[in-house]
């Protein structure tokens, strides 16, 4: 395609968008979400005993800490830093005019990249990797809020169909964190930290809706998502990690009027 043939395209794509006064539809609405997201870091405050227990009689743990010049004794530092994933989730929700009230659920899994050992770091990889000890690990969340949201919808003389929006939300949410270890290809410690635990968590959100019409749109937003802290117990010797969970998302979002009249 030349470059005449190329703007005589973007133009009548231009024209095809439907750009006018929107109007929202008042009443009720549902749809999803499909979002990346990536986890905060997470300091492990009790995995000493674990780690300097498996120093002490896996001869081939030890070779490779040493190897990688990680040091294990009772002032070493875990932290679990993660991969970049994904989340998905619906909502239904109620529009008074500008305020819209949502219920929303979402599920979240993200990879850990690596286990920074002090300033070592313990990678991830596969039943194929070469290397003899690496982790195998992800941590998952699934929480339902309620969101208060607000449209700043034009005035009837702008035409546009697009609008920003804001949001606050305020609900429960449930963390898996594992920590799997990988020792020649074998798990030496499935589910470490396995076990669920949940808590209050709330959100905040900021972006913007594309209207095709007054009664469906797709929206572009950012979440910033946390916990409260959540007490995890370790099993090895009965102590407990205490953290919050904090995850960042960008989301595609796509919401319809329900015709209940």
């Not at 000493?48 to 009689?57: D, H, K, Q, V």
């Not at 500008?98 to 313990?122: A, H």
């Not at 972006?207 to 916990?227: E, N, V």
Request: proline share 4%; aromatic share 14%; with cysteine.
């Amino acid at each position: 395609m030349n470059l005449k043939g190329f703007l005589a395209t973007c133009g009548l794509f231009a024209v095809s968008i439907n750009i006018y006064a929107v109007d929202p539809a008042l009443g009720p609405y549902g749809g999803m979400i499909i979002g990346g997201s990536y986890l905060k870091s997470v300091n492990l405050q009790n995995l000493n005993p674990y780690f300097s227990n498996l120093y002490a009689t896996n001869t081939t743990f030890s070779n490779y800490m040493n190897s990688i010049g990680a040091t294990i004794n009772g002032n070493t530092k875990y932290t679990l830093n993660y991969g970049f994933m994904g989340l998905l989730g619906a909502q239904v929700g109620y529009r008074f005019d500008e305020i819209r009230v949502e219920l929303e659920g979402f599920y979240d899994t993200n990879p850990v990249n690596y286990v920074s050992i002090d300033s070592v770091k313990l990678t991830s990889g596969t039943i194929r990797s070469t290397k003899p000890v690496y982790v195998s690990s992800q941590t998952n969340i699934v929480a339902g809020l309620v969101n208060f949201m607000h449209d700043f919808v034009p005035p009837p003389s702008i035409d546009t169909s697009v609008v920003p929006y804001v949001g606050l939300g305020v609900g429960y949410g449930w963390v898996q964190n594992n920590l799997n270890l990988q020792i020649n290809g074998r798990t030496v410690n499935a589910n470490t930290l396995g076990q669920t635990k949940g808590t209050v968590a709330g959100q905040v959100i900021v972006g913007f809706a594309y209207f095709i019409d007054d009664y469906s749109y797709f929206g572009f937003d950012a979440r910033a998502f946390s916990t409260m802290a959540i007490q995890q117990p370790y099993p090895y010797n009965n102590s407990q990690n205490t953290n919050n969970y904090t995850l960042g998302s960008v989301n595609l979002v796509f919401n319809g009027h329900f015709d209940i009249g």
